[in-house]
């Protein structure tokens, strides 16, 4: 027997994710009611325009352009606009009112997580975001509540669908990255602006938030080290599959200690790596998303399933939607964030790391002894070196996100060149740059190719 009041909901978006919220919430009402012990009651649907063709059949009486209206007398607020303004105002809006919010929108939690909670805490409402951060999968509240009793050290994972998508259509299909992309933007995986997606922008804001629920400390989203997918070649990605690799877009987020200062800090981090096919995320497939976490206690855990797509990511946000509704209904302490650890956020040339670097070099007698050296003058460990002849001259490239600058010619264009693609020991990654730079400066060394880092050993 249902005694509570009804609970207001507003939505703020129709889009791949709010249509689909839209259309549970109405489908499953007597359900969602015998779960929460009140009827969730749809109050209205904010979107830009009306008129809008939707994949969604949704009750044209529920939309409104005034959000504003719609916020003023809710129970719970549904973000599901994306972007920084104007949501950023109607979630603030909502919590003055001590509406509780649930929101899918990285973007505006890695930016301005910290006013959000303060304001959400000011009242006494909550801030939801299960669906920001690798979509489906349920890997905020297990950081925030299941490990908070244990100490995590390390998180591994793919985050973000639409670059798993490309890169395994570049992988698998042979397809470019612009045709994959295009179609992970219509099956709705991809942001309005898909240059969030494969300039790792996505990945790093996510990363900010599981790097500052991991260790208690506010990550702000400057200090995530980004590079995107937009460099990766066709070449890398064939040269990485004859090798027994695949590159993946990763996210990183540590505890390290700077070797130079003893100082315990965090690194936060996004890049594309190369990654064994023994590892389990080279198995991740498609808009699928995985995240390593290890814990001192637990030890390694595997979150995997689905992270990105409308309906999926729709179960993420009514968890949420049904979490806030059971806090009205029954009370409950809420979650604040915690941040007391307070630990500094390490540069990106602190990361201790494995590489493959590939270069072109004059096939010479003494050319390996050379390239050796300058490694090893870097602090630089060589762990294996291949060579094949011969070898074309591709650009150069610097360090992973350097723009590439032509080849230098080869004198007389008569000298045979040769392939090194070589493994290194782990190194940090300000020694490697500087290596890498070192190389490219040297007469024996006719184009680096490729540097790529290697990660999930
Ligand atoms: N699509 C996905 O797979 C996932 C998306 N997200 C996040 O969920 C949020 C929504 O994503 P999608 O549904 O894909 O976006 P979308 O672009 O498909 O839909 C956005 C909706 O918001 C409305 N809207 C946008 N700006 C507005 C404004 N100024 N005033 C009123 N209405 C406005 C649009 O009319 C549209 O209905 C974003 O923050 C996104 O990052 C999170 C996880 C997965
Ligand atoms: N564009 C995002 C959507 C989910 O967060 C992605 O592709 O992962
Ligand atoms: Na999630």
Known sequence: MIEYRNLRVALLGAGSVGSQVARLLLEQGDEFASRIGARLELVGIAVRDVDASRDVDLPRELFTTDASSLILGADIVVELMGGIEPARGYVLEALNSGADVITANKALLATHGPELFEAAEQVGAQLYYEAAVAGAIPIIRPLRDSLAGDRINRILGIVNGTTNFVLDRMDIHGETLQDALATATDRGYAEADPTADIGGYDAA?????????????????????????????????????????????????????????????????????????????????????????????????????????????????????????????????????????????????????????????????????????????????????????????????????????????????????????????????????????????????????????????
Do not use: W
Not at 210 to 233: D, K
């Open 205 to 457: 804001q996510k990363a900010a938030i599981l790097a500052s629920l991991a260790f208690h400390t506010t990550v702000p989203l400057e200090r995530v080290y980004r590079e995107g997918i937009t460099s990766v070649s066709k070449a890398q990605v064939d040269a990485a599959r004859e090798a027994g690799a695949v590159i993946k877009l990763l996210a990183i987020c540590e505890r390290l200690t700077d070797r130079e200062t003893g100082e315990e800090g965090v690194s936060a981090r996004v890049y594309p790596a190369l990654i064994s096919r023994d590892h389990p995320l080279a198995a991740v497939h498609g808009a699928h998303n995985a995240v390593f976490v290890q814990s001192a206690a637990a030890g390694d855990l595997m979150f995997y399933g689905a992270g990105a797509g409308g309906v999926e990511t729709a179960s993420a946000v009514l968890g949420d939607v049904v979490s806030a509704a059971r806090r009205h209904v029954v009370g409950g302490p809420g979650v604040a964030e915690s941040t007391h650890a307070d630990l500094p956020v390490l540069d990106i040339g602190r990361v201790v790391t494995r590489y493959q670097i590939t270069l072109d070099v004059e096939d010479q007698p003494g050319v390996l002894a050379a390239v050796a050296r300058i490694l090893s003058d870097g602090g630089v460990s060589v762990e294996t070196v291949q060579q094949s002849v011969p070898s074309h001259t591709g650009p150069v490239v610097i360090a992973g996100n350097a723009e590439p600058s032509a080849a230098r010619p080869i004198h007389g264009g008569a000298t045979p060149t040769a392939t090194l693609v070589i493994g290194t020991h782990e190194a940090e990654e300000a020694a490697l740059a500087a290596t890498v730079e070192a190389l490219a400066a040297s007469d024996v060394v006719i184009a680096i190719s490729s540097v790529l880092r290697v990660e999930g050993s």
